[in-house]
């Protein structure tokens, strides 16, 4: 928690430094160069199927995670359950 106010003050005094560097080069036409409506559709069907794969794989990713707390809780419920891992004298 400390270095994260740091972090976050020099990332915004970078981000201020060089916007304007950024707002002016290529007269104003972007860094690919000047667009068209098949450019704007094919990046709209890009955008579409990138949020469609990042949902399928993050919920992968939390089924993942979920099945391996459960063999935890599992493991611990078997755990103090058996005499022999309790403890004690």
Known sequence: MRRLLPAL???LLLTLVL????????????FYGATD????????FILVAFF?????????LQKHLDKRKEA???AQKSRVGNAQWRGGW
């Open 52 to 60: 469609a794969i990042f949902v399928f794989t993050m919920s992968m």
């Open 9 to 11: 003050t020099s990332f």
């Open 72 to 74: 935890r809780k599992a």
């Open 37 to 44: 409506d098949k450019l704007v559709t094919k990046v709209g």
């Open 19 to 30: 916007a304007p560097a950024a707002l002016a080069a290529n007269d104003g036409r972007g």
